[in-house]
């Protein structure tokens, strides 16, 4: 893995200071080297962390006047490389990178679709004066960018820009000093509704993400991008269980093979969960004495070592544990929000991050079962799927009788109660078909946006608003014939939003945070297309997900680990926040603090906390949602007034 960044500018030969400066703060995403490229209206800077051909991969690497700076992985790069010798290329490196650039001089503009991995990726082509920005077509790597028209930073994607400022993280560009800083308010009103900024925005109005199974391109005839990837709708084309779950295990084990491939020690992340054990078993098959990791909690309703070290054992590897408890958590949050320079309210980040830096010690490249919930069904809101259908059609009446009685329920503190579940189940059921996984997932609802924003930013509590990614991923998915509030849809979402911008932006800055390469199998460009075309009959049953997965893995991952419930890579918020948290989340939700911030309403934010400090709910999510939005602005957020800069 590696940090890029760069400024190009059409119209000048952009200061070499900011991007060096960029660099250094991307220096934990490539501690083994640096690197510059400044020649003409390009500066590009690389960090890199050595992983394959260490001592021919250096970038910025340079042919036929392309300077390529490069983030990621291209697994199938010998395939490609193979074919680009017969079309008349000559390699002088064994890295993918050569691969990747000679890929541009072949194939242009289009090379990115010659290319299976993850990455994000800058080209600058001196001969054409443009600038090709692309990221890979699930996502796994960030890039961020900024537009400008001569000296004025523009704050949209706009066509026009004659300037591009361009990094991994959104750091780089606190320490580049030229693009400003100020907070975008719809972006900040999307955040607290559903965990995440999503792409194209970034918490900072002059920034944006490139979307991922995306290519931009800056040259004389000003900025443009295109989508060079869409997922694949469902086939009509018949196959049985069988024959999928067989035809599933070859390309999984194909893709486990490819990502073993280094020039240095690989490991495995190893939960004990179906996904993290699915990937294990595959790469003991490759690799002798396999070295596999987890991470477990001192509460023991969250920890899941039993199953970890259990499916170890069965495997065959070597594994290694370290155990985490709320005060570890609580010491563990500034470097957590130093890592997230955006505001980024998934927990599971904490036990990523130190798993990340546990599993450094000993490996530079970690396999990881991210992508198995989004292909194969495996959330539990997909169960809660069809019976949320038939409570839509109650009258009101009913729905808000139930609701009430929910409430009355105890609240308990531990993972995944059953009033938490019902409570969460009522929540969503009555959002519009297209916003129920949302609704279910996500922190505040529209009507919950409005009391806790201050009231000049209330318009953006609206769904219109707050719900706008979700609502254009499920359009794309009606534009390809996915119909509404269907399983299918669902499927997108989770494979189109929350992998994307939540799960993989958690699983890149924590292991990078450590210089740890994180690799996901399930996410192999041919695993996720032969998975989509699937229909989703064969993943999801009344009761059960994964239906496929688990049926395809028997005799490969142990029945204990098939068979038992999901728990998922929590922590425990609700209780963490009545105990070693207390007193950091009363200092987050004082008077001071909220007025400082001077975008919500102190009254409703004191009032949810004490109504969880109390016992009367569990309102774990959306408390932790807006703390870490205050921690954030207190590491990274201008010290101006916010309100003045979003009004």
Partial sequence: MCGICGDVDLLGAPDEGPVRRMARALAHRGPDAEGFFVEGSAALGHRRLSILDLEGGVQPMVRDGVALVFNGQAYEHGEVRERLRVRGHAFSTRSDTEVVLRAYLEWGERFVEELHGMFAIALWDTGQRKLVLARDRLGKKPLYYALAQGNAWTGAPDGTATRAAFASELKAFAAHGGVPRELDAEALAQYLAVEYVP???????????????????????????????????????????????????RLLDGAVARRLVADVPVGVFLSGGIDSTTIAALAARHKDRLQTFSIGFTEQSFDETPFAELASERLGTRHATERLSGQDCLDLLPDAVASLDEPFADPSFLPTLLLS?????????????????????????????????????????????????AERLPSSSRNMSLDF?????????????SLRHQAW????????????????????????????????????????GVREGSVDEALRFYLGRYLADDILVKADR??????????????????????????????????????????????????????????????????WIRGPLRSLFEELYSDSELRRAGLFEPRAAQAMLQRHLRGEADLRKPLWTLAMFQLWQRKWGSSASALKQVA
């Fill in 199 to 249: 792409a194209p925005r970034s918490i900072h109005r002059h920034v944006f993400k490139l979307p991922a199974g995306h290519v931009a391109v800056l040259d004389e005839r000003g900025f443009r991008m295109r989508r060079y990837w869409e997922l694949p709708a469902p086939s009509a084309t018949r196959i049985s269980a069988h024959e999928a779950g067989e035809e599933l295990v």
């Fill in 441 to 480: 997932i996500g922190s505040f609802l529209p009507s919950e946006l409005a009391e806790i924003l201050h009231p000049d930013l209330r318009q953006n509590s609206a769904p219109g608003v707050a719900y706008r990614e979700v609502l254009a991923e499920a359009e794309r998915g009606i534009q390809a």
């Fill in 510 to 575: 924590a292991s990078m945070a450590a210089s740890l390469e994180l690799r996901a199998p399930f996410l192999d460009t041919h695993v996720v297309e032969f998975a989509a075309r699937l229909p989703w009959r064969l993943k999801l049953s009344l009761t059960r997900t994964k239906v496929l997965l688990k049926r395809a893995l028997r005799g490969i991952v142990p029945d204990e680990i098939l068979r038992r419930p999901k728990k998922g890579f929590g922590i425990p918020v609700a209780a």
């Fill in 421 to 433: 579940r019902l409570k969460q189940f009522l929540r969503g059921a009555s959002a519009p078909p």
């Fill in 357 to 405: 830096r546990f599993t450094r010690r000993t490996v530079k490249v970690a396999l990881a079962g991210d992508g198995g919930d989004e292909l194969f069904a495996g959330y539990d809101p997909f169960l809660a799927h069809r019976p949320a259908a038939l409570f839509a059609r109650l009258p009101q009446g009913v729905h808000g009788i139930l609701r009430g009685a």
